[in-house]
């Protein structure tokens, strides 16, 4: 199996379709309209959190190349992370 714990955004889109086959549990059926609505949803709530967290990123002293240098993660996939958090608590997980 494809180790996904090292890639964020293979994470991120089985999270995305884990929680979207989770809300909708309990259904008779799982119209795929539906689900790519939610999954929709979810993908720019995502994008306008790394937005957000990407212009703090931008401001700071650390950031270097889309790359956090303070604790070397790559920011397109750092912000995308919910869960993720600045090392300098400049943007907390959500
Ligand atoms: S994650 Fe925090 S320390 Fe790293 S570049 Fe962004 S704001 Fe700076």
Do not use: D, Q
């Amino acid at each position: 199996m494809y180790p996904l714990n090292n890639c964020p955004g293979g994470v991120m889109v089985a999270t995305l379709v884990l929680e979207a086959s989770a809300e909708r549990r309990g259904s008779s059926s799982l119209p795929w309209g539906t689900i790519m609505n939610t999954l929709e949803e979810k993908y720019i709530k995502i994008k306008n959190m790394a937005a957000r967290r990407i212009e703090i990123c931008k401001t700071c002293e650390y950031f270097y190349l889309h790359t956090c240098r303070k604790c070397g993660c790559l920011l397109a996939a750092k912000t995308r992370i919910k869960s993720s958090a600045c090392p300098l608590e400049k943007w907390m997980p959500e």
